[in-house]
C-alpha cells in the first residue's frame, strides 16, 4: 500500500492550489500521485450533469462506471463514510504516494496548511501526527515549515519522508491486508493479517511471472448454492 | 459476480432514456443495479470542471478519489480498455445486476435497442449473443421483443433471465477469482480459480462473521524488502 499524507487546514488556505503544483512536481521526479479528496458531510458531486453516467446515476444505479481506453470513473452510493487506508488498499494500487485532503481528525501523517492572509484562524484545536506545515507564519514551532511557494522543497520532504528506502512511513513495514467479505470489512489483528498475507503470497508463488513480495488483490465472487455442498 | 447485460445499438435509440426508467422499476423490485457506460474511443470526461478533485486530476494525479458519508467517487488513468467482466468483479461488489451500455463486441449477453424514428439503421453486422431486442419493429425474428415502453415487461426479462433461482446466467455457477499482482491482471484457468477461491474461503471461515460462500476482496500490500528473507 502506498504512504498517505493529509493536507489539511481550513477553506481559502491553499490545500487545492498547493496540489496544483505539487503533483506536476513530484511527477516530474517519477512518482505517481493519487489524490482522495474528504467531504466530511454528505453533499456529493462528481459527474457533468446532462451525461449518460449522471443519468444512469439519477436514476438510482447504485454504482455506474465509466469505461474507456484511456480512463475510469466510478462513483458509487455509500452507507457510512470512506477510511482512507481502506480506499488506498482497495483502489490506489499502482501510485506512489497518496495525498488527501481533508481527514483532519485521522491519525494520518498530517502537513498543514495556513496562510495570514486567508479568511479564519489556524485550528484552534492541536491537530495530532502533524509532521510540517507550509505557512508564512510559524504557527507550529518545532516542525519544518515550507512557504507556500517552495514546491521544490516540499516535494523533497515528502520523498525523503515517505518514499526513500530509509522513510519510517510505517506503512510498507508490516504486512498490510485488507479483507472485505460481502462488502463489510473484517477487522484483523496482526497476527491473522501475517497468516492471511503469508497463505495468499505462497498461492501466488506458483503462478508464472507473479511477485510474491507484490500488491496483491484477490477479489472472489458470491457462491451461489450449489457450490455450497 | 452479479451477472451483466449489455445494451446495444446506435446513438439515439433510446438506450439512455430506456435505462433512466428502467433502473427504478429494477430497483422498486429490490433488484440493486450498477451501470458501465463504454466508449470504444479515448475521450473520457466525469467530474465537474473547477472543482478540486477536477483540478487534481488537471494537475496529473493518476487516481483521484472524493469520499463522503454518502457517495464515493474514483477516476483513474487507464493504459488500456477495461474488460467489463474484471470491472464488475472488482468494482460492483454489491449489486444484483450490471446493465452495460456498449461493448457491442463483446461475448457478453445482450439486448439491442433500435427505433425506426432514430437516425441510422440497425447494425449491418449479426451482433453474437443477443438474448431480445428492444423495438418498434421485429428486427430480430425469433427472439423476444418489447416495445421501448414495456418496462415492467423487460425488468420481468432480466429477473427471469438473469436472477431467478433457475436462471442460467453461467457468471454466478462458477468460481469468479480475479486476481492482480501489482496492477496487472493473473490470467486464471478454471483449476487454479478453484483452487484459490477455495484456499481463500478456508482462511476467511475460521474469521468471525464471515460468510464463507461470500464476496470475498483480499488486497495485500507489497512487501518491503525488510520482510523479504
Redesign the interface.
Known amino acids: 500500500?502506498p504512504p498517505i499524507v493529509a493536507l489539511i487546514g481550513r477553506p481559502d488556505h491553499g490545500k487545492?492550489t498547493l496540489?496544483?503544483?505539487?503533483?506536476?512536481e513530484l511527477?516530474e521526479r517519477g512518482v505517481?500521485?493519487?489524490?482522495?479528496?474528504?467531504?466530511?458531510?454528505?453533499?456529493?458531486?462528481?459527474?457533468?450533469p446532462g451525461?449518460?453516467?449522471w443519468?444512469?446515476r439519477?436514476?438510482?444505479?447504485?454504482?455506474?462506471?465509466?469505461?474507456?481506453?484511456?480512463?475510469?470513473?466510478?462513483?458509487?452510493?455509500?452507507e457510512?463514510?470512506?477510511d482512507?487506508r481502506l480506499?488506498t488498499?482497495?483502489?490506489?494500487?499502482?501510485?506512489d504516494l497518496v495525498?488527501v485532503?481533508g481527514y483532519k481528525t485521522s491519525d494520518l501523517a498530517k502537513i498543514e496548511v495556513f496562510r495570514t492572509a486567508a479568511r479564519g484562524t489556524p485550528p484552534a484545536e492541536q491537530a495530532s501526527h502533524l509532521i510540517a506545515t507550509i505557512s508564512d507564519a510559524d504557527i507550529r514551532p518545532g516542525l519544518p515549515r515550507f512557504p507556500a511557494d517552495d514546491i521544490v522543497g516540499i516535494a523533497d520532504f515528502l520523498i525523503q519522508t515517505f518514499l526513500e528506502p530509509t522513510a519510517q512511513g510505517g506503512?510498507?513495514?508490516a504486512?498490510?491486508?485488507?479483507?472485505?467479505?460481502?462488502?463489510r470489512e473484517?477487522p484483523?489483528n496482526a497476527f491473522?493479517s501475517q497468516?492471511?498475507?503469508g497463505?495468499?503470497?505462497g498461492?501466488?508463488s506458483s503462478?508464472k511471472?507473479?511477485?510474491p513480495?507484490?500488491?496483491?488483490?484477490?477479489?472472489?465472487?458470491?457462491?451461489?448454492r450449489?457450490?455450497?455442498r
Chains 1, 2 share one sequence.
Open positions: 500500500m487545492t496540489l496544483e503544483k505539487l503533483v506536476p511527477h505517481r500521485v493519487g489524490t482522495i479528496k474528504h467531504h466530511a458531510h454528505h453533499g456529493f458531486a462528481m459527474d457533468i451525461k449518460d453516467t443519468r444512469h439519477q436514476a438510482g444505479a447504485r454504482i455506474v462506471a465509466l469505461a474507456s481506453p484511456s480512463g475510469l470513473g466510478m462513483i458509487r452510493t455509500m457510512h463514510d470512506s482512507p480506499l488498499a482497495r483502489y490506489f494500487t499502482d501510485v495525498i485532503e506503512e510498507t513495514k504486512a498490510t491486508v485488507f479483507l472485505t467479505v460481502d462488502g473484517v484483523l491473522v497468516c492471511i498475507d497463505t495468499a503470497r498461492l501466488v503462478l511471472g507473479c511477485d513480495a507484490g500488491e496483491i488483490v484477490l477479489s472472489l465472487g458470491r457462491r451461489c450449489d457450490h455450497d
